[in-house]
């Protein structure tokens, strides 16, 4: 048996660092595993990432519509290339860091172009290769913006390209609106609402070890093929529906 794995969540959520985690942990108890991050890992993505993050000139601006085919145009190479074919082999374990959830929070939600058009673009460019468990890490616009900062102000002097992406993603994250990261996560909320057995609600302001137990927990029990199919929900894990009791405090009421 083969397993797809996304992470979702904003900026800053700790998608990355949990990903790395569960591949570390996957490859030491054996299982051939692929970590891959979009956009990028295909040639055509990182040439399509490049492009998308050059937008500092007002005419390399690109519109609502030609940034959606763009990451999908990326996410089709590498769900045909790179994710099919590893998922055919026996026990294989691929991870992505951000999939096609990210497309639908971050384009329809965020940038509000129509659902049913990103579902449509969505199914095009998977071609079926979606992931079997997702794990949404959720985390405050505020919260997330503070921890980029935080890491770059720590991380000051001579720049690796990790530090360089960083500086990249605060740049992006500044250049939206508050509401526009809000939209996001409460897009990304009302996805697990909609298919509670794949996505597992992850309450991203807990320690790092403390979240990947809980994701290790989770992905055995796939690979044992006893998912705990999301209605019993595991320890750690948070109740689909449900967000932390201090921000449903904040959330304003609409309608
Ligand atoms: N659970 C956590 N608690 C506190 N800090 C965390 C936690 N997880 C990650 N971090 C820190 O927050 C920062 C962002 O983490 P990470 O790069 O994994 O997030 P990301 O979701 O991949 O962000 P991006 O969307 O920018 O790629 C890093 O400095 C990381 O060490
Ligand atoms: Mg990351």
Redesign the pocket.
């Known amino acids: 048996m083969s397993l797809f794995v996304s992470f979702e969540?904003g900026?800053?959520?700790?998608?990355?660092?949990q990903a790395k985690l569960l591949r570390d942990r996957l490859s030491e108890a054996g299982h051939p595993v692929l970590l891959v991050h979009e956009p990028g890992t295909t040639p055509l993505g990182l040439y399509l990432r490049e492009r998308l993050k050059r937008q500092t000139r007002q005419e390399d601006i690109i519109s609502p519509s030609a940034e959606l085919f763009l990451f999908a145009a990326a996410r089709a190479e590498l769900a045909a290339k790179v994710i099919k074919p590893f998922l055919a082999r026996r026990g294989a374990v691929v991870l992505s860091?951000r999939y096609m959830d990210s497309t639908t929070a971050y384009q329809g939600h965020g940038r509000r172009i129509d659902l049913s058009k990103i579902q449509v673009v969505n199914e095009l460019a998977t071609q079926g290769t979606v992931p079997d468990l997702t794990f949404l890490?959720d985390l405050s616009p505020e919260d997330g913006l503070a921890?980029?900062r935080a890491?770059l102000t720590l991380e000051q002097g001579k720049e690796t390209a990790h530090q360089r992406q960083?500086r990249e993603?605060m740049r992006r994250f500044e250049e939206e609106t508050l509401a526009f990261h809000r939209r996001v996560r409460d897009g990304y909320l009302k996805l697990a609402q909609q298919e509670p057995v794949r996505w597992r609600l992850l309450d991203?302001t807990?320690?790092?070890d403390d979240?990947a137990a809980v994701v290790w927990a989770e992905v055995e029990a796939h690979l044992r093929r006893e998912p705990s199919g999301g209605e019993d929900v595991q320890p750690g894990l948070m109740p689909i529906g449900e967000r932390p009791p201090d921000d449903a405090a904040k959330k304003t009421r609409k309608g």
């Open positions: 969540g900026e800053g959520s700790g998608k990355s660092t860091d890490l921890r980029i890491k960083d993603g991203a807990r320690p790092v979240l």
